[in-house]
């Protein structure tokens, strides 16, 4: 296949291939976790797992577990990436390969789908759930094990209802899902739970067409593009910039070196009043910004007073990455980090500082 110049200038369609180099995104997580957390020291087995948890919100809201596990396999005979396979070949290259669907599901060593009864003080819950998150065999890229579905039972002298019917949760009842961010995203979230629940609801195989694009095609034409023009873009954008050098901020330890990871992090969370959240929407409507260009432009200037007067300031956010129509509704890993840098001028007003983000 020829190197193409543009992203938009052809049509892709499936390739009808099994086999195929990772994407940038796949051999991104692949090596930082082979890299930097697969050392017996750290804590956390599993930095990249994606947990989606859900609880049975009423005695209502019923569900079968042969019939979830029914829409589960059903989802992982469409969607390719979910019994694919990442392994380095002997030229050190990182190989992704889609398994046969029935080979996978078929798998009894494979904890894909396990129940586990639930005791009632929720703090025991939580450690319970905190185990699973942690379990060293929970994935095995070289395998295309990277998705399993975890029912956490309450115990069953809970369940009036269900004493006769041990195949339908109820109440209090959770359904945690463990995911692989090498095949699964934050977009990808709403596609599995959509498919889920038509597959559940219709209890049957969801339709495939088999000439539809799949994450592996989508691979191979990320690898063929002429990425020249991106090349100097960003080596124009950040020249000048030490990458390695840190903001002065008033911390009170320092980070330690990339040699040392615990696999532990911490978040802070700041809730803003209604009263807030509604001057934040009328400016960035006023002013025809997004949300994030407005945040952005606020970060900035947190970033500068923290810093007392630094001006040269670059952070880093994630994207999206999913820019044709054909990567919509297809789950994979798609995400970027991008690099997002400016150069204020310490006299510009805030106005003045939001039109020059925007503008950027």
Known sequence: MNVKENINDYYWSSLHIIKAKASFAQERIFLDEQIRFSSTNNNTNNMYVIPLIYRISSMNDQISISRLQHAIQSIIRKHQILRTALHLDTNGTIIQHYLDANAIINDKKSSRFSIINLPDEEHEQNEIVKKILNQSDLFDLSKGHVINCHILRRAQSNHTFTQNNNDLLTKDDLILFTIHHACFDGASTSIFLRDLSLAYQSNDLLSIDDNSVQYIDYCVHEHIMNMTSSQEFWQLELKGYTLTRQLSLPVDRQRSSTNQRSGLASSAQIIFDDEICASFRNYASSHHLTLFQLGLSI???????????????????????RYRSELVNM????????????????HWSFDEIVKYVHEK
């Open 331 to 346: 789950i994979g890993m798609f995400v970027s980090t991008l690099p997002y840098r400016v150069e204020l001028d310490p």
């Open 299 to 321: 970060f900035y200037v947190f970033l500068f007073k923290l810093t007392h007067g630094q001006t040269d300031l670059c952070i880093s956010s994630i994207n999206a990455n």
